[in-house]
């Protein structure tokens, strides 16, 4: 029987990552996220696609928006689907699901635009996620076809926390979805464990295909060119403004601040981080022991920091040289790194450092790309003078495009699938791809184009 791949978003983009595999009568849907820069329902994957088509399975390989954000919709359009998850993506996601909840209630007025779900739904939610560890093997069934059987593996994406790449195994053909993936240790997480077995297809992200990998050093050596800036702005007195996630990247980079902080390689000072960040760094120091952890010893909620929540007064940020970490990474408009940018860019002294992945479409992504002195536009009515330094590093939670090259040289795929990247950076993979693996299939994925894998 054949198997037929069909993308719902997350192709030719970043966000809303969702793709429809049906292997062997078996339809299984690979992640379910939202995208970010979207509002209502332009924000989700494209369900109308599925109607009619045979639904069993749920894998979410991890538990960033853009792969887990939209399941509560697509659970209240298909109830009986089956849902599996690592243990920490499934303690993640009650966590950020009920966050986005309020989120989406403070965005969208108009219930008709899109009906948001409940604290309540999401419980229910929760409850029923299976949970598996990484290479805890697995057989999933379909509904109407209980004669054919596939066999899952997990193994460890080292993107964040429960990040899980996804082997599919049925009839001797196997198919290996990376989710997100990072072969390079950061700062807590070890590199993604591959499987040992050759490939049929491989469904590759693509992120950093368009990155010039000579932009981003290693992470230590990033740490320190990070150490000697931080330095400097706060020994003339200045404060530090870091965008960040509150999933993944607050934990890596605070752990990063901390240990530079501990080996004396920058002044002690305060740091602010806050929110959800705080629940999630609770859930990353009760899994330390049981995943893959550079330093397990190491208790992100023991390093000592502040509510930036409880700051009333913006301005006192400034009173003595501190560093905030702030939601979110991509200083989408409304959130606290954005309100307090505009705040941080009349300070001469301060700085705003950049320290991960923007998507163009972002605000965060028109912040790093300006510099002291250059006028910003903030809105339609609103322009300012920039007068704080701003600065990019790269802390990469994302493989860089010669290692996603690696990945394909490894498995050796018959076909390779490209999602999750934008259209210059997949054209780039595909071309790379083809020059060491001449007869490898190359696919670049299409939302709404099936392939026949």
């Known amino acids: 029987m054949l198997t037929k791949f069909l993308p719902l978003g997350g192709a030719g983009e970043i966000g809303a990552n969702c793709f429809y595999l049906n292997i062997s009568g078996i339809g299984i849907i690979l992640d379910c996220g939202m995208h970010p820069q979207k509002i209502g329902t332009e924000a989700l994957p494209q369900f109308d696609l599925i109607s009619g088509k045979q639904l069993d399975h749920v894998i979410i390989s991890h538990a960033h928006h853009d792969h887990l954000g939209a399941l509560p919709f697509l659970i209240k359009k298909h109830p009986y689907l089956k849902i599996t998850t690592t243990p920490q993506t499934r303690a993640l996601a009650e966590v950020t699901l009920h966050n986005a909840v309020s989120i989406m209630k403070e965005k969208i007025s108009d219930p008709d635009q899109l009906q948001i779900y409940t604290h309540e739904e999401i419980d229910l939610l929760i409850r029923s996620i299976n949970y598996k560890a990484y290479k805890d093997e697995f057989e999933i069934e379909g509904y109407t076809n209980s004669d054919n059987h596939i066999k899952v593996n997990l193994f ?40 040992d077995t050759e490939i049929h297809t491989l469904i590759l992200e693509s992120t950093y295909g368009n990155t010039d990998s000579t932009t981003i050093l290693k992470w230590k050596d990033e740490a320190l060119r990070f150490a000697k800036s931080v330095n400097k702005i706060m020994k003339d007195g200045g404060s530090i403004l870091i965008p960040v996630f509150s999933l993944g990247k607050t934990q890596e980079i605070l752990t990063v601040i901390w240990n530079l902080m501990r080996s004396g390689k920058i002044t002690q000072t305060d740091i602010y981080t806050g929110g959800v960040a705080e629940k999630i760094s609770r859930i990353y120091d009760y899994n330390r022991y049981v995943v893959n952890r550079i330093d397990p010893d190491i208790e992100i909620s023991s390093i000592p920091r502040n509510n930036i929540y409880e700051v009333t007064q913006p301005g006192n940020l400034f009173k003595n040289p501190c560093i905030v970490l702030a939601p979110s990474g991509m200083m989408m408009e409304g959130t606290a790194s954005y309100n307090l940018a505009r705040y941080w860019i009349k300070q001469n002294n301060s700085a705003i450092f950049t320290v991960g992945f923007m998507e ?64 210059d950076g997949i054209v780039w993979m595909k071309r790379e791809i083809k020059k060491k693996n001449k007869s490898t299939e190359v696919y670049i994925a299409r939302s709404g184009e099936e392939i026949i894998i």
Do not use: M
């Open 360 to 423: 163009e479409s972002t605000p965060g992504y028109k912040f790093a790309n300006y510099n002291k002195g250059d006028t910003i536009q903030l809105n339609e009515f609103t322009s300012e003078v920039i007068k704080c330094f701003i600065q990019k590093f790269r802390f990469p939670s994302h493989s860089r495009r010669e290692g996603l090259i690696k990945i394909v040289n490894k498995l050796r795929p018959q076909k390779v699938i490209l999602v999750h990247g934008e259209p």
């Open 156 to 195: 460890d994406a080292g993107h964040i926390l429960g990040s899980a790449g996804i082997l599919l195994e049925s009839n001797g053909k196997k198919i290996f979805y990376t989710g997100d993936i990072s072969l390079d240790n950061q700062e807590l997480t070890p590199g993604a464990e591959l499987p």
